[in-house]
């Protein structure tokens, strides 16, 4: 509420006004890529410090679905997929019975009691890849390994 007249910092309150509306309305503009690709080479790097090793979060397609907050990740040897993307995707009767043990899964050990076969398609290639089922806290909705 304003109190005290018609002026802002100075301003006349119909010009603050203006002038909000301009900016909180503003258009983000989006520039694509020509060919789409990002390519770095060694000479991008000259002057970095790379202290870490970070993994790749990724969208990827999954039969007809594609599925967003895929972890990319070299140091794990298994594939996990949450229960509750296969329940979206009205893939539950796929599953296929299993027990193991993944030791050093979110900082504890899970037992996922399911797995499922799914077709992966990326750039052109589709490859039918085994996943582990696991139902609990997870941040990604499936996670991508070397097994």
């Not at 890529?33 to 993994?55: K, R």
């Not at 397609?61 to 967003?68: A, G, S």
């Not at 993944?102 to 900082?107: D, I, P, R, T």
């Amino acid at each position: 509420m304003i109190f005290g007249g018609e002026e802002v910092n100075g301003m006349i309150f119909s010009a603050a006004k203006k002038i909000k509306i301009s900016i909180t309305h503003g258009k983000r503009i989006r520039e694509t890529l020509e060919d789409g690709e990002i390519t770095f080479t060694d000479e991008d790097v000259n002057g970095l410090l790379l202290l870490h090793n970070d993994a790749l979060v990724i969208s990827l397609n999954i039969l007809d679905f594609k599925i967003k907050r895929v972890l990319a990740d070299l140091e794990i040897s298994t594939n996990i997929i949450h229960w509750r993307v296969l329940e979206q995707a009205k893939l539950t009767g796929n599953i296929l019975p299993a027990i193991k043990l993944l030791a050093g899964f979110n900082l504890i050990s899970v037992t996922p009691r399911e797995e499922i076969l799914l077709p992966m398609h990326s750039e052109g290639i589709t490859k039918t890849t085994l996943f582990d089922v696991v139902n609990g806290n997870m941040g990604y909705n499936l996670i991508l390994g070397r097994p």
